[in-house]
């Protein structure tokens, strides 16, 4: 191996020109076939540089992947999970609906699915609901129980085994119901989470943006500076993050599909966002038959309208239980 060292430290020479420099790192690579390049271009690798020669673009793609494969976050939607290859850290996916189509319940049953599945610190930021009513839905979700049947269990003295199953299945979410949060104080509370716990935050779900605080002095302002922060927040924590919107466009129920224009104020907070979701439940729709509304019941459709990993307009259909409030992909 010391022919090897020797090699390396030639091409850390500054004397030496570029294209001497990428003959020894040819020579290395061909001559020592069995050290994986990913060694041989971490042992040339310059720490610290803002440019970076395609060999050190290799290695920062490589641990790029070798990251995916241990933080990449699954929604548990597997057409979603699929179509945007998962949420990276420090990236974002915005979910768009309007009022009562679902966006809390979407956002906890996201919460329960990667729990279960991956087992890593989740932070819900619920700064429209307090923890008794977050609590609730959860474990109605959970438990498949209606909202109240759960009362009614923790009403009574038999809750010990809703309990107990609470407690061992959805261990690594922790709510924070905080009202007009900055940025700067969910980072704080995120803070004081892997202090206690002593692991990395990885997932955080913001339900919902629109009571989020930021400087402005009209809502574009407000909504621009919001959507700088949002993306910042997410990679200078290193985190995925699930933000949940709002659509507000008059004349329209949560029963018509969601596109981007209707995202109100939606330029920048959709230039923010790595990959952006509409939903809409298409029994909300105005001015339809109650034998079409029926007929639609239950249904809880998504589209995949920003995916900065490939294909948009995906269509995924899903089961909306209205009494357990789990939405399941059919």
Known sequence: MSDYSDLIKKIHEKTISESVRRTYLSQIIETYPNIPVSI???DLLIKNKDAFAI???VVSYKNYLKKQAT????????TIDETIRGINPGEVLSFLA??????TIFGLNVARNVNLSQKIPIVFFSLEQQIPQVFERLAAIHLQKSTEEVEKIFKSNFDAKASSKLIKDLDHIYVVDKNSLTFSQMTEYMAQIEKKIHKHVSLVIIDYLGYMQSKGQNIYEKTSNLAKELKAFAKNNDTAVVAIAQVNRSGLSGGEEITLSSFRDS???????DYVIGAW????ELNISETEEHMRAGQFKMKVLKNRSGKTGIEVSCDFDTTTLEIVEV
Do not use: H, N
């Open 55 to 57: 060999e050190e673009q």
């Open 281 to 284: 439940r298409p029994e909300l």
């Open 98 to 103: 309007r009022t009562a189509v679902g966006k």
């Open 40 to 42: 041989i271009l971490d």
């Open 267 to 273: 330029g920048v907070l959709e230039e923010s966002a």
């Open 71 to 78: 933080g990449q976050i699954k929604t548990g939607y597997k």
